[in-house]
């Protein structure tokens, strides 16, 4: 007896199975290098960090500044309306 033939829908289908499963390789790809520039990104702001300071206290200024800077704008913002 013959095989059934393979119809253009059967191959239709087999290439949607080959497509969903690069389509989920790549998405694993693209997880895995943002993942990579991430922490790249880390090591490059530990490392400007400690080439910039050498004691303890001067990273204790530095967060409380960064901290200062990064106040709430409405907070500011109110303080500054009051000396009107």
Do not use: C, H, Y
Request: net charge negative; aromatic share 2%; glycine share 2%.
């Amino acid at each position: 007896m013959r095989e059934p033939k393979e119809t253009k829908l059967d191959r239709l289908k087999a290439d949607l199975v080959r497509a969903k499963e690069k389509a989920s390789e790549w998405q694993a790809r693209v997880r895995d290098i943002e993942r990579q520039i991430t922490e790249q990104e880390n090591i490059e702001i530990v490392q400007a960090v400690r080439g910039m300071i050498s004691e303890p206290e001067d990273l204790r200024a530095v967060l409380n500044m960064i901290r200062a800077m990064n106040e709430s704008p409405a907070a500011n913002f109110g303080k500054e309306n009051e000396s009107l």
